[in-house]
Nanobody, 114 residues
Framework: VQLQASGGGSVQTGGFLRLSCAAS????????MGWYRQAPGNQRELVAS???????IYADSVKGRFTISRDNAKNTVYLQMNSLKPEDTAVYYC?????????WGQGTQVTVSS
């Protein structure tokens, strides 16, 4: 499974960004998908995940501001990030899980300035 993330950038507090992650393979609908982030000096943490059935989980810090979604026809998972805060600054990584194996894409930088 190959994952290609895009959509990062620099915004001001209160701004928004949409991250996209395109996955290879013909069985994308069978993958669990997620977004993680890692800020300097911190461990990588789960931001949001979506199962193949569409159930979602969010970190408490992003609930109500971020939305994860998937388009199985496009082999793509999205992370809509609204009301961004400086503490959201991190490298964001796309993740796929299939048969208990984790796959990672390259990160995309998100920087939120105050």
């Amino acid at each position: 499974v190959q994952l290609q993330a895009s959509g990062g950038g620099s915004v001001q507090t209160g701004g928004f960004l949409r991250l996209s992650c395109a996955a290879s393979g013909s069985i994308f609908s069978s993958y669990g998908m997620g977004w993680y982030r890692q800020a300097p000096g911190n461990q990588r943490e789960l931001v949001a995940s979506i199962t193949r059935g569409g159930s979602t989980i969010y970190a408490d810090s992003v609930k109500g501001r971020f939305t994860i979604s998937r388009d199985n026809a496009k082999n793509t998972v999205y992370l809509q990030m609204n009301s961004l805060k400086p503490e959201d600054t991190a490298v964001y990584y796309c993740n796929a899980v299939y048969r208990a194996v984790y796959y990672w894409g390259q990160g995309t930088q998100v920087t939120v300035s105050s």
